[in-house]
C-alpha cells in the first residue's frame, strides 16, 4: 500500500520568512496530492492540492510543487504569518479516493 | 447547513467496554473514511466506504468495526479488542477522488 513520509516533523520561521515542508510517497499509482492545516483543537482543512497532470499550483503566498518521476511533492508558504502556526499535513491518494497521510509538521511562526 | 457532524464530542470508556461513535453527513457524499490521530502520527485510516452496504479497512483496522446501512451515516464501533483506544477519532466524507471534508471529531479516553 500507499506510505507517506513527511519532513520536517517541526519548523520554526521568523515572521515574513518563508517555510517548506516536503513528501515523499511510494505508490506510483497515486494521482492526487493536497495539503492540509490544522490548528490546535480543530478539524483539518484542506488548503491547496494538486493532481498528477500539473506540476507546481498557487494559491496567494501558498504553493505545492510536485516530481512525479521521483515521487516527492513540496508545500511552499512565502512571507509567513503569526496566523500560519498549525500542523501541516500532506496526503497522496490514488482513484480508490482513500488518502494516506503523513505524520505531519507543526509549524511555529515567531512575530 | 451542510456539513459532517460527529458524536459525542468527548467520551470516556471502561476497559472492556465497546463504544460506538456516530458519524452523519449531509452532504450528499458517497465516501466516507474514518481516522484514528495520535500525536506525532499524523491520520491513519481505520475505515473506509465508497457505497452504502460496502467497506473496506484501512491500514489500522483490527480492534475496530463499522457499518454503512445509509448514504448519510457510517459509525464506528472501538471494540474491546483495541489495545490501545485513547485517541482522538475523526470521520470525513468526499464525493469521489479528491478533498475531504472532516467532522469536528471525536475524543476517546479509555479510564
Known amino acids: 500500500g500507499e506510505n507517506v513520509e513527511q519532513h520536517p516533523s517541526t519548523l520554526s520561521v521568523q515572521e515574513g520568512d518563508s517555510a517548506v515542508i516536503k513528501c515523499t510517497y511510494s505508490?506510483?499509482?497515486?494521482?492526487?496530492f493536497p495539503w492540509y492545516k490544522q490548528e490546535l483543537g480543530k478539524r483539518p482543512q484542506l488548503i491547496i492540492d494538486?493532481?498528477?497532470?500539473?506540476g507546481e499550483k498557487k494559491d496567494q503566498r501558498i504553493a505545492v510543487t510536485l516530481n512525479k518521476t521521483a515521487k516527492h511533492f513540496s508545500l511552499h508558504i512565502t512571507e509567513t504569518q503569526p496566523e500560519d502556526s498549525a500542523v501541516y499535513f500532506c496526503?497522496?491518494?490514488?482513484?480508490?479516493?482513500?488518502?494516506?497521510f503523513g505524520k505531519g509538521t507543526k509549524l511555529s511562526v515567531k512575530p | 447547513d451542510g456539513g459532517i457532524t460527529q458524536s459525542p464530542k468527548y467520551l470516556f470508556r471502561k476497559e472492556g467496554q465497546n463504544v460506538t461513535l456516530s458519524c452523519e453527513q449531509n452532504?450528499?457524499?458517497?465516501?466516507m473514511y474514518w481516522y484514528r490521530q495520535d500525536p506525532g502520527q499524523g491520520l491513519r485510516l481505520i475505515y473506509y466506504s465508497q457505497i452504502v452496504n460496502d467497506f473496506q479497512k484501512g491500514d489500522i483496522a483490527e480492534g475496530y468495526s463499522v457499518s454503512r446501512e445509509k448514504k448519510e451515516s457510517f459509525p464506528l464501533t472501538v471494540t474491546s479488542a483495541q489495545k490501545n483506544p485513547t485517541a482522538f477519532y475523526l470521520c470525513?466524507?468526499?464525493?469521489?477522488?479528491?478533498?475531504?471534508?472532516f467532522g469536528e471529531g471525536s475524543r476517546l479516553t479509555v479510564l
Open positions: 496526503a497522496a491518494g490514488g482513484s480508490q479516493g482513500n488518502l494516506i
Open positions: 470525513a466524507s468526499s464525493s469521489g477522488p479528491g478533498e475531504l471534508f
Open positions: 505508490d506510483s499509482a497515486s494521482n492526487y
Open positions: 452532504l450528499n457524499h458517497d465516501a
Open positions: 494538486i493532481r498528477s497532470n500539473v
